[in-house]
Structures are given as C-alpha cells and as structure tokens.
C-alpha cells in the first residue's frame, strides 16, 4: 500500500469495510419504529422516540432501562412483514455507509410467537437475508444469538436450529448482560455450534473485565468477541488473545451510551491495535445509542487514526467476517483503490460530521 500524505482526508463513506456486530431490532430506524409503533396504536416509552442517544450509568439500573428500551422497541415486531422490513433497512443502511458485509446478530425467539415458531421465525430470517443481499449488493452472514438470561437449554435448542441452517447462518452468539447466567453453563450450546462449523461469537468484556473474558475465551473458545474492549485492563490476556487470533467488536459509541467509558473516543482503540489485536468497528444497536457504523470510523479518526490506519481497521473488519472467499477478496481490493486514491480536505465544519439520518 502507498503512503497518503498525513494530512489526508478521504471519504470514509467509501471505504469498504464489514459490519460485524449489530443487532436485529437494534438495528432499527428510528422512522421505521416510530411508523410501525404508530400503525399498531403501540405508544412508545420517550427514550425511544427523542432523537437523543441513549445514556446510562454501567450499573444493573442502567442496563435494565436500556433493556426496557429494547424491549419496547421489540414488541412493534410482531409479523413477518415487520421483520423483512427489518433485514432489508438493514442491509441498504450498511450498503449507504460503505459496508460490503453484514453479519446480523438475532435471537428468534421473542419472534418465533408472531410467525408459528422458532424455525419459521429463523427462516423468514434466511430468506429475507438472501433477498437483501440480492437487491443492495451487501453480502448478508446471520448470527443466531441465544440470551444469557434464559435457561442454556434454551441456549442448545437455538444452537442446534443454527447448525442445521450452518451456510446462510455463519455464527452462534450470547448476548445480554454479562453479569448475568453462568458462561460455562452456555459451553455445551458453542459445542453444538462449533461443530457444525459455526463460528463462536459471544459478548465478552463489555460489563465485565478480564477475569471474565478469560472464561468466556476458555468455556467458548471464540472466535470474535462482542466487544471484549475491557481484555485491555490485562496486558497478558490481551497478549493471549492477539496470539490467538480472537477478533475483537468494538463499538465505541455502544460502550460510551452504556457507561463502559465516559465518551466513544475514550475506548481503548489504539491500545488494542498497538498490540496487535484483530479489531472490526461495528455500531451494535444504532436505534438506541444513536449512531450507525460509518460513525464509529469517524471516532476513530477523532481519535488520531490515519487513513492508513483507518484503511488497515477496514480490512482487519473484512478479514474478521465469515464472508465468502470472493467478497472478502473484493472488498480488500478496495479498501487498497480506497487509499491509493486521492484524499479529500473537506472544509473544517464537515469534518467529522456524522450520517445522521
Ligand atoms: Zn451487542
């Protein structure tokens, strides 16, 4: 790759990259939901519907009212139609901000009720998935997700749905809040996962610090951790975990409306990279935190890195996905045409600027 002048600027909307780490109903517009709750006379809590970024403290308090959003934003998808819509805003979102991949994280079962079970609710899933990638040209992976705060049976039973959709469902995950459920209990359901060839892709390290993460890289054996930021706080951890090849997803604006850190550009970004960690940016729940994936890239501009470097967290995103062999050689050409291009020096007050939407 070519050196770019420092003080170069190029347009971050165009760098290829994938998205690794956002959530079905947290992937949301905020229009979509506001329609959707308005159509099914839903009155939704002002937290959803204020335009402003969710902010708490990293307590359970906390974490219990960002679960209350969720919840509330959860409960206006009740048909299949709802969770197309869903999967198609998605992806033409990412395909908007630059994103070659989208690998979304979903747990079927709060739509299994509404569309006759867990196994149509993961289909509708799989076939819109495919439509999506059709019609916005975003290769489109699916992250079956089981929650730590139900029983690891349940957590089984969803690994086993994953394995026998292993292809268009690329991952197995846990997600919730971390200080809750016993992580090994969840080690049988991965097994399922991995042996069927899924990838491993718990949260880990968000909530909790490293004696956490060296559980769950022991009892899951992941292969990318949701967030995992917090392996920083231990040097050798993080050392264990560079030598393994555990990609990290890190998002800063998440951490910051979650409390993790007091502000997005206080995560520990560069130190990870410093040490040689795998890293993909990725927005986590755009609905709540109020920021979508183009804009953790503009964090990390803020936060000094390069166009070389910002090019290098692109392609790290891109190796770090399970997308086919031929989408992740063509968005590594060009994230390379990206910074062998000209660079931009947009005037100071675009700098910065966010994709609001
Ligand atoms: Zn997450």
């Known amino acids: 790759m070519t050196n770019p002048p420092p003080e170069g600027r190029r347009d971050l909307r165009a760098l290829p990259k994938a998205h690794l780490h956002l959530h079905f109903t947290g992937s949301m517009r905020p ?4 329609e959707m709750a308005q159509q099914r006379r839903i009155r939704l809590p002002r937290g959803l519907t204020d335009g402003v970024g969710l902010q708490v403290e990293p307590t359970q308090r906390g974490w219990f009212r960002f679960q209350r959003l969720y919840d509330a934003a959860r409960a206006v998808v009740d048909s299949e139609a709802a969770m197309r819509r869903i999967i198609r805003e998605a992806a033409e979102d990412d395909a908007a901000e630059g994103s070659g991949r989208l690998e979304l994280q979903v747990d079927p079962t709060s739509y299994a009720p509404h569309v006759g079970g867990l196994t149509p609710a993961l289909e509708i899933v799989l076939d819109e998935a495919e439509a999506s990638e059709r019609a916005t040209g975003v290769s489109v992976g699916i992250i079956v997700a089981a929650s730590r705060t139900r029983h690891p049976l349940d957590a089984r039973t969803l690994a086993r749905l994953a394995a026998r959709h292993a292809g268009r469902v690329i991952g197995f995950g846990l997600s919730n809040d971390e200080r809750r459920g016993d992580t090994t209990a969840f080690a049988p359901a991965f097994r399922i996962a991995q042996n069927a060839g899924l990838a491993s892709v718990p949260h880990g390290g968000e909530l909790l610090g490293p004696d956490h993460v060296h559980n ?3 009892s899951l054996h992941p292969d990318r951790l949701g967030h995992g930021v917090r392996c920083v706080e231990d040097p050798r951890l993080l050392e264990q975990i560079v030598d393994s090849g555990i990609g990290l997803e890190v998002c800063p604006a998440s951490n910051a409306s979650l409390g993790v850190y007091a502000e997005a550009t206080d995560v520990p970004l560069r130190a ?4 040689g960690a795998a890293v993909a940016l990725g927005a986590d729940d755009p609905l709540l935190f109020g920021s979508r994936l183009l804009e953790q890239y503009e964090t990390a501009r803020i936060m000094g890195f390069s ?3 910002l090019a290098a967290l692109a392609a790290s995103s891109i190796r770090l996905s399970r997308a086919p062999e031929d989408v992740t050689a063509r968005l590594l050409a060009g ?6 291009g000209p660079a931009l020096l947009p005037p100071p007050e675009e700098q910065g600027r966010t994709a609001q939407r």
Do not use: N
């Open 335 to 340: 994230v390379e045409d990206w910074l062998s």
């Open 307 to 309: 166009d070389t470097e």
């Open 31 to 34: 229009r979509t939901l506001l």
């Open 272 to 275: 990870l990279t410093d040490a």
């Open 216 to 218: 769950v890289v022991t």
